[in-house]
């Protein structure tokens, strides 16, 4: 059972540039997020995902795009990399939305991008 | 807002007790939980309030105080493994709020 699986796990880009970062889960999960994590700030909620075939903003999603391709894969775009998005960046999935009371993010490894 | 704050920094020695508390300025919100972060590694869950109270889980604990606006965690018997940062998060819904972390130094 491999959870949450994001790649890649290391990316140089240069400013302008676009870039996919892929996650998917094999827990069946319904709801899907992506991270940042910054250094003395947390981790901020860009986007998230309730079900297949929604998104949602979280409190940073200016200068990203996400898909939810079918239950498994959340995928999160920067269109025109800039150096303010140098982070971390993290996947997750939850149980919300199902009968469970489980209310717990299982994460991916992280990816950390660094935008020159 | 939803601004939750946390202490940046705890030391301990280990085999002592350290409370890392959490104190928010929201409300409406389902519940608290906990997330433990290595050097490079991913966060992981610890623990889930969705009442006020106490939630016991091994040598951790969570408390949870909807009418204080606060919460912690507790960490007794310390090892050096945890030494680590420590994130409280509030959910509206599925929306995770996480604060701004507090690294554990465990100290022999």
């Known amino acids: 059972n491999a959870g949450v699986t994001q790649t890649p796990k290391f990316q140089v880009l240069k400013t302008g540039q676009s870039m996919t970062l892929q996650c998917a889960q094999d827990?069946?999960?319904?709801?899907m997020y992506w991270y940042r994590q910054d250094p003395g700030m947390g981790l901020r909620l860009i986007y998230y995902?309730?079900?297949?075939?929604?998104?949602d903003k979280g409190e940073v999603p200016n200068g990203y795009n996400v898909s939810r391709l079918n239950k498994r894969e959340f995928s999160l775009r920067l269109e025109s990399a800039a150096p303010s998005q140098t982070s971390v960046y993290f996947c997750?999935?939850?149980?919300?939305?199902?009968?469970?009371?489980?209310?717990?993010?299982?994460f991916g490894s992280g990816t950390q991008l660094s935008v020159l | 807002g939803q601004s939750l704050e946390q202490p940046s920094e705890v030391t301990a020695v280990e085999g002592a007790i350290v409370q890392i508390n959490c104190t928010y300025q929201?409300?409406?919100?389902?519940?608290l939980s906990w997330y433990q972060q290595h050097d490079g590694g991913a966060p992981t869950f610890l623990s889930y309030?969705?009442?006020?109270g106490l939630e016991e889980t091994g040598r951790f604990s969570s408390f949870l105080s909807r009418s204080d606006s606060y919460g912690y965690l507790l960490l007794q018997e310390l090892q050096m493994k945890d030494s680590a940062s420590y994130f409280c998060?509030?959910?509206?819904?599925?929306?995770?709020?996480f604060g701004p972390g507090t690294r554990l130094s465990v100290l022999p």
């Open positions: 997750a999935s939850s149980e919300w939305g199902t009968a469970s009371t489980n209310e717990k993010l299982f």
């Open positions: 309030n969705a009442l006020d």
């Open positions: 929201t409300s409406g919100f389902y519940g």
């Open positions: 998060a509030v959910n509206y819904g599925q929306n995770f709020v």
């Open positions: 827990m069946n999960h319904n709801s």
């Open positions: 995902s309730a079900s297949e075939g929604t998104t």
